[in-house]
């Protein structure tokens, strides 16, 4: 097969992997800042602790996070089924990847929420700040620039959990490389698609680099 027939394929796969990476990063990444936030916030000793919610979303990040996606994709299959009405496809793909970012990227807010100086949340609370407003406008806010890479992290992640959503027909350029790559031993194809994500991944993480850098010169 040549080029002037794999061209409209790429294109669409191309297409493909965009909309998964976009909507997952936007639903896991709002999920995951509830789930981090949380997470931070209900711990011992800290603005709303709750030994129980802090408890049970630490448990569900610690099975679910250390689970291999390609795993997780189809173990999840009839719970994809139910809320999807399918499991193959673009839509199907994004379900599980939102899931799993989700849970990714909420340890990694928690992370960095974490490490702000307690020092300053003190002397918000000295000032009869509400807990919210503690959260939202002081530890959100000097945790943003680390948050920011945090999230770039997630969006490599996100992208190689789209390639590896092809193997089981989730489409987009894993499905291609593997296709019209791998099983066709073109490995044209697969170099190529190998670079148009490393270009892809490359150009994340140097916006993400920009982006940290000046909230932290701010």
Known sequence: MDWTTLLPQLGTAFRQTVIMVVITLFAGGIGGLIIGTALYATRPGNLAQNKII???LNVVV????????????????PLTLAAIGTTIGVRAAVFPMSLMAAVAIGRIVEQNLVAVDPGVVEAARSMGASRLRILFSVVIPEALAPLILGYTFMFIG???????????GGGGLGDFAITYGYQQFNWAVTWVTVLIMIVIVQGAQLLGNVLAKKVLHR
């Open 54 to 56: 802090f408890t049970i």
């Open 158 to 168: 996100i992208v190689d959990m789209s390639a590896m959503a092809g193997y089981i």
């Open 62 to 77: 610690n099975i679910v996070r250390p689970i291999p996606f390609i795993i997780f994709i189809t173990a999840i299959g």
